[in-house]
């Protein structure tokens, strides 16, 4: 039996540079499946601690919200470490190229890309603007959305460095992501929960 679906996290430690600062940052690491087989949501800081919450099972995708640092560092060796592909949005190029400079992603996410694991499908969102090509990954089955830095509890991610803008944020976020069910559970890259309906609220539709 390959058990229930479910999410498994854990947050794993590192840092964040872009525009020539770096600062600490604590990210969350999310990974969806059942007990045979996952896709990993981001390759933040540590291979080993990601690992941790795969277990045994067979991953079939690292799916990339967006391509900075915090969220990329660790992809290709993720990738090296359970042979499986590198899933993200081509717009986000600029960004990727500023870490990895020998390594390309696999395979390009678009607007309403699936993702099938575990007897569900994740349907990517392209919800530009804290990154040009960042993505939500919308989990119907599991009433859940990961939502990288797109959306946080308290509000959109932030703007104001190097290929971001806040109205483009804004616009995505009540374009693609309020639209969703209010109880939809918003898994987030840094911090806490939240969900769409507190977050619309908050924001306004």
């Known amino acids: 039996m390959a ?6 996290h854990a947050v ?17 690491v999310w990974v969806l499946g059942d007990d045979d087989e996952c896709v990993v949501i981001d390759a933040p800081h540590s291979v080993e601690d990601i690992l941790a919450v795969v277990g045994e099972r067979r991953v079939k995708a690292i799916v990339c919200t967006h391509a900075h640092d915090d969220h990329v560092r660790v992809a290709p060796a993720l ?43 994740l349907t990517a969102i392209h919800t ?29 991610g932030a703007t104001g460095r190097s290929f971001s803008d806040r109205p483009t944020l804004e616009a995505s976020i009540r374009a693609r992501l309020f639209d969703l069910p209010e109880d939809t559970v918003v898994h987030t890259g840094h911090g806490d929960d939240t969900t769409i309906g507190a977050e619309a609220a908050a924001l306004g539709r």
């Open 12 to 28: 794993t430690s590192g840092t964040f540079s872009l525009d020539g600062e770096t600062f600490d940052v604590d990210n969350n």
């Open 79 to 121: 990738r090296e470490a359970v042979v499986a592909p590198i899933l993200l949005h081509p717009d986000d190029k600029p960004l990727w190229e500023l870490t990895h400079t020998d390594h390309l992603w696999d395979l390009d996410l678009a607007d309403g890309s699936e993702i099938p694991v575990a007897g569900t499908v």
């Open 3 to 8: 058990g229930p679906l479910r999410v498994d």
């Open 128 to 156: 530009p603007g804290h990154a040009p090509g960042a993505v939500c990954l919308y989990a119907p089955d599991l009433g859940c959305v990961f939502t990288g830095d797109t959306l946080f509890q308290g509000g959109p």
